[in-house]
C-alpha cells in the first residue's frame, strides 16, 4: 500500500530543522539571520497547511464524511500556530530575545503535540480511507511542497 502522506512526514522534519535553526539564531542574538530563517519557516510552515487543508483534507473529508471531526481540529491547530509565528516574527522585529523565546517554546510544544497526532492518527486514517486514489493523491501532496524541501529533491 502506497502512504500518500510520506511526503508530509518528511516535511514535518523539514519544518522542525527550519525551527531549530531559527531558534538558535534568536538565541544568539543573530536577528538578521533569525529574520531570514523564520521567514523560511514561515513559508515552510504555510506551505504544509496549505496542502493539508486544500487538498488532503478535502480529500479525507470527501471519503469518510467526516467533515466536521479530525480535520477542524487540525484547522483550528492551524490557526493557533500562524498566531505563535506572528509572535515570534513581532519578537524578531523587536528584537527581544525573551518574547522569542515564548513564542518560540509555546510553538514547539504545540508542533510536537500536533505532528504527533497527524503523524500517529490522522495521516494513517487518510492513508487508509484514500488508499483507492493514493497514486495520484500522493503525488499532487508532493508536488504542492515547496521546491526548497527534502521531499523534492
Not at 17 to 35: H, I, K, R, S
Not at 89 to 102: E, L, N, P, V
Request: proline share 4%; with cysteine; net charge negative.
Amino acid at each position: 500500500m502506497i502512504m500518500l502522506t510520506e511526503s508530509l512526514r518528511h516535511h514535518h522534519k523539514y519544518c522542525d530543522d527550519l525551527f531549530v535553526d531559527a531558534e538558535a539564531a534568536a538565541a544568539e542574538g543573530n536577528w538578521p539571520q533569525c529574520q531570514v530563517l523564520l521567514s523560511r519557516l514561515g513559508d515552510a510552515i504555510e506551505d504544509h497547511f496549505r496542502t493539508e487543508e486544500s487538498l488532503l483534507f478535502p480529500a479525507f473529508e470527501a471519503a469518510t464524511g467526516m467533515a466536521g471531526g479530525p480535520t477542524q481540529m487540525m484547522r483550528i491547530e492551524h490557526a493557533r500556530m500562524r498566531e505563535l509565528i506572528g509572535q515570534m516574527r513581532s519578537a524578531q522585529t523587536a528584537q527581544s530575545g525573551d518574547a522569542f523565546a515564548g513564542a518560540a517554546e509555546t510553538l514547539l510544544v504545540f508542533m510536537q503535540q500536533h505532528n504527533l497526532k497527524e503523524e500517529n492518527i490522522l495521516y494513517p486514517m487518510c492513508d487508509s480511507s484514500l488508499a483507492a486514489q493514493a497514486d495520484g493523491l500522493a503525488a499532487q501532496l508532493h508536488d504542492s511542497l515547496e521546491p526548497g524541501c527534502p521531499t523534492k529533491n
